[in-house]
């Protein structure tokens, strides 16, 4: 898969499968395929960035919007109120491993301390 061809893009394209939870013009939410918990939802915009910080120097709004469809899936299943993390892996020390960013949302059961 070249660098400019993400993972992620090819699912919005619908050429790789995915469980998808959501999607409008601007984000698809799909569950992540190796769950590190019974609520794991990649929730991802549709245009490439190569992580967060670029994303929130280009496009702020967005950010926003990733946030607000990761709590109203939470909403959706049931984890709003009992708790949910959101995580955004950036570049490799932190394990990013689809340069396309993508926010983790994580829930369904007490998740442990900061680093899980
Ligand atoms: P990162 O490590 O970049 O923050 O997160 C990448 C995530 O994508 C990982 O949690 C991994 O399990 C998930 N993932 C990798 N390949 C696929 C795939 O083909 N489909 C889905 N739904 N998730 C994937």
Same mark, same amino acid.
């Given at each position: 898969?070249?660098?400019? $061809?993400?993972?992620? !893009? /090819?699912?919005?394209? /619908?050429?790789?499968?995915? $469980?998808?939870? @959501?999607? *409008?013009?601007?984000?698809?939410? =799909?569950?992540?395929?190796?769950?590190?918990?019974?609520? @794991?939802?990649?929730?991802?915009?549709?245009?490439? +960035? /190569? *992580?967060?910080?670029?994303?929130?120097?280009?496009?702020?709004?967005?950010?926003?919007?990733?946030?607000?469809?990761?709590?109203?899936?939470?909403?959706? #299943? &049931?984890?709003?109120?009992?708790? +949910? /993390?959101?995580?955004? *892996?950036?570049?490799?020390?932190?394990?990013?491993? =689809?340069?396309?960013?993508?926010?983790? !949302?994580?829930?369904? #059961?007490?998740?442990?301390?900061?680093? &899980?």
């Amino acid at each position: 898969m070249s660098d400019m $061809d993400s993972l992620f !893009l /090819r699912i919005i394209a /619908r050429e790789i499968p995915a $469980d998808v939870v @959501h999607e *409008n013009d601007q984000v698809i939410a =799909i569950r992540d395929i190796n769950p590190q918990a019974p609520t @794991h939802v990649l929730v991802v915009p549709k245009k490439r +960035y /190569r *992580n967060v910080a670029e994303l929130a120097a280009a496009d702020p709004g967005l950010l926003a919007e990733l946030i607000a469809v990761a709590h109203n899936i939470a909403e959706r #299943e &049931g984890i709003a109120d009992s708790g +949910y /993390r959101l995580l955004f *892996n950036t570049n490799s020390d932190a394990g990013q491993t =689809i340069f396309h960013v993508h926010l983790h !949302l994580l829930g369904g #059961e007490p998740l442990g301390g900061l680093t &899980g």
